[in-house]
């Protein structure tokens, strides 16, 4: 998923509890969902990271030079800017976007 083009909110708000609970009629469980896709969406943000902070690395054991990549320091500079996975993933509870289940109680 591209999650530059998101809607989320990039600060702290408050959201309607009883929109968060709607799907599953249980707000332990509804946080619960949007922890799990929270850390889906960490995950999947911190490989794409690590993967273009590698392009800039330097495989060179002298400390002595330090080099400032002004365009590693963009690319650090706009993940820092994106809203947090949390937020990301509350913005797709609410939008129905996350797909759960529960299964059947026998």
Known sequence: MDYKDT???????????????APTENIYEAISIIAKRAEQVNNDLKKELVEKLDEFAT????????FENKEQI?????YERLPKPTAIAVEEWLNDKIYHRTPDAQ
């Open 7 to 21: 809607k989320a909110a990039p600060t702290t708000i408050t959201y309607d509890k009883n929109k968060l609970e």
């Open 59 to 66: 495989y060179n054991d002298s400390l002595e030079e330090v």
């Open 74 to 78: 963009e690319v650090s500079k706009f």
